[in-house]
């Protein structure tokens, strides 16, 4: 079965630069979630869409700005990147209607030099 | 405030024997809560859930939780350990009162250990 993808896996960055995650999600699901987990933390929600519109907000930096595309697919923006902001992003991905399940992407490991 | 508690970082357990991860939490109304298992440099992969029904409920790889409403709890259980069992698991909770959106607060994680 097809599952959540998230480019690039791995990428370096130095401090200011910006960065761009992407995510798909599986097949027919509506609703994506950006996670960020950094070292030996759990993974803390950032933000949510459903149909192309924010749908929630969580501890997302003002450096940082989303987007879902008409083909559902979700882009994680980040400029002027900090020490602190190295982390393993996670996408996850539901059906709204089935949203108790969320499906989540192997994840992107951003480090920020 | 959603909460999620996992009182164990780390829970140690020979092979073949049963094993227990503990997870409490604090929601505001019915939760809905989940179990999920993070192997090293891996994604997040979906265990089980409680949505409703059952207090117990079985999951993936021999996986069981379950459901104490009393106690807040919803502990991860299997009847006998494998090797490969060894990974970091995470409770989560989400309160549909709350969160519309589907939103998932974690808990800290506990390192299964399973040693031959």
């Known amino acids: 079965a097809a599952g959540v993808i998230q480019s690039p896996r791995h990428l370096i960055k130095e401090k200011r630069e910006t960065a761009t995650l992407k995510c798909y999600p599986i097949p027919r699901h509506d609703t994506v979630y950006w996670y960020q987990q950094g070292p030996g933390q759990d993974p803390q929600f950032l933000i949510s869409f459903y149909e192309k519109m924010q749908s929630d907000k969580g501890s997302i930096p003002d450096r940082f700005s989303a987007q879902q595309f008409s083909d559902y697919h979700s882009e994680l923006n980040m400029s002027s990147l900090e020490l602190g902001d190295s982390a393993l992003y996670f996408c996850a991905s539901s059906l709204v209607s089935q949203h108790e399940t969320q499906y989540f992407g192997p994840g992107t490991r951003l480090l920020v030099l | 405030a959603q909460s999620v508690a996992q009182p164990e970082d780390q829970v140690n357990v020979a092979e073949g024997n049963p094993l227990t991860v503990k997870c409490t939490y604090s929601v505001s109304g019915n939760p809905y809560l989940f179990w999920y298992v993070q192997y090293p440099n891996r994604g997040l992969q979906f265990l089980l859930k409680?949505?409703?029904?059952?207090?117990l409920v079985k999951g993936s790889y021999g996986f069981e939780a379950e459901f104490n409403k009393s106690q807040t709890s919803f502990h991860l259980k299997k009847p006998s350990a494998l090797v490969s069992d060894s990974a970091l698991y995470f409770c989560a909770v989400r309160d549909p009162l709350t969160s519309n959106t589907g939103k998932l607060i974690f808990g800290q994680g506990t390192t299964l250990q399973v040693k031959p």
């Open positions: 409680y949505i409703t029904g059952d207090n």
